[in-house]
């Protein structure tokens, strides 16, 4: 069964850290690209950024770059968002999501539930 | 980066309807165009990529057109299920985009 697990999410103060996962299943985690995409409450979609089927390339929406580091554990199928200096406009829920194969841009094809992240004191 | 408008923001319509939802982009694009379907409290679904192929399994009331910078998401004849809010997305580079949404509503 193809499935995206995210998990990690909270409540977390302005200017701390917080890493969430997306835990995969069901297809060749390693042959695709996986993008995170959030929602902050009652909002669009915003895309976050995305990895590399192979770690070797990331690129990240300007909103959250030089503060948010995507990277991934093929050996382990799983997804990461390292998220540093928090600021309150980061509060959303956290979609993990997968792109195409071997191809860093593109739709996304499959989501997760998402989770929540919430940024205040 | 490229910016995505989409009109209207909210859409009444009633079952049996047709509709339509535009996207547009700062810049061309190309195909390069994907529409999504997200219902309160769950992820987004995709329906369309490459601005017109359906999505496996996406029933063929829905369809989309376009090409450069303006696009088009056609539903044929809206169903009960299809009270959705609708987001197109650019894929054009590696810096994508989402449009602000469309909310069809119940009329």
Redesign the interface.
């Known amino acids: 069964q193809v499935q995206l697990v995210e998990s990690g999410g909270g409540v977390v103060q302005p200017g701390r850290s917080l890493r969430i996962s997306c835990a995969v299943s069901g297809f060749t985690f390693n042959t695709y690209a996986m ?1 995170w ?1 959030r929602q902050a409450p009652g909002k ?4 976050v950024g ?1 990895i590399a089927y192979d770690g070797s390339s990331r ?1 990240y ?2 909103s959250v770059k030089g503060r948010f580091t995507i990277s991934r554990d093929n050996a382990k199928n799983t997804l990461y968002l390292q998220m540093d200096s928090l600021r309150t406009e980061d509060t959303a829920v956290y ?1 993990c999501a997968r792109g195409l194969p071997y191809e ?6 499959l ?4 989770t929540l992240v919430t940024v205040s004191s | 980066d490229i910016q995505m408008t989409q009109s209207p923001s909210t859409l009444s319509a009633s079952v049996g309807d047709r509709v339509t939802i535009t996207c547009r982009a700062s810049q061309r694009i190309s195909s390069w165009l994907a529409w999504y379907q997200q219902k309160p409290g769950k992820a987004p679904k995709l329906l369309i990529f490459q601005a017109s192929t359906l999505e496996s399994g996406v029933p063929s009331r829905f369809s989309g057109s376009g090409s450069g910078t303006e696009f088009t998401l056609t539903i044929s004849s809206l169903q009960p299920d299809d009270f959705a809010t609708y987001y197109c997305q650019q894929y054009n580079s590696y810096s994508e985009s989402f449009g602000p949404g469309t909310k069809v509503e119940i009329k």
């Not at chain 1, 669009?44 to 895309?47: K, M, R």
């Not at chain 1, 860093?104 to 094809?109: D, E, F, I, K, V």
């Not at chain 1, 989501?111 to 998402?114: E, I, V």
């Open positions: 993008h995409v669009g979609l915003e895309w995305v690129f929406a300007d979609y860093s841009s593109g739709y996304l094809t989501w997760g539930q998402g």
